[in-house]
């Protein structure tokens, strides 16, 4: 198996754990669904002129593209870890590190770059709400790879 299609593979076993962890939380606390990728697909929208249409018809184009935009993050950053990677084996400390490194950048950096976040006010709490989501994609993509590896 190539490095490409290991990194992807690891992406998308790791983005289903992020989003088992994720749904886990909301159904335990009782929390709603972050309205971030919605909100990133807007602003994206607008940055490149794409029309998403008027009222429902939007709404339901965001509530469509904002999970998308967490599946290509996903697969991204397992793509580049594969990429990064190659044929080596991390040890799995060093590989879930890193690959929970590049999701969250991924996820993280390009909201704040749009104005829809600002980590330095994150708490505690949102903190842990992202950190461990991204922490359980780290694990698992690194498993992964390292079983394909």
Do not use: C
Not at 11 to 36: C, E, H, I, K, Q
Not at 59 to 84: D, H, I, Q, S, V
Not at 106 to 112: D, E, L, R, V, Y
């Amino acid at each position: 198996m190539d490095r490409i299609t290991r990194g992807l593979t690891a992406g998308a076993a790791g983005t289903t754990a992020l989003n088992m962890v994720t749904y886990l939380d909301m159904a335990a606390r009782g929390r709603p669904a972050s309205s971030t990728p919605e909100k990133s697909v807007e602003k994206l929208a607008d940055v490149v002129g794409f029309a998403l249409g008027e009222g429902e018809e939007a709404e339901n184009r965001k509530a469509g593209l904002g999970p998308l935009l967490g599946f290509g993050t996903g697969l991204g950053a397992g793509l580049l870890y594969g990429l990064l990677a190659g044929r080596r084996r991390f040890p799995r400390l060093a590989g879930t590190a890193v690959l929970t490194g590049l999701a969250m950048a991924g996820s993280t950096a390009p909201m704040t770059v749009l104005g829809l976040t600002d980590p330095r006010e994150w708490s505690a709490s949102d903190w842990a709400t992202d950190v461990v989501p991204h922490l359980a994609y780290g694990a698992v993509a690194a498993l992964v790879h390292e079983a394909l590896t």
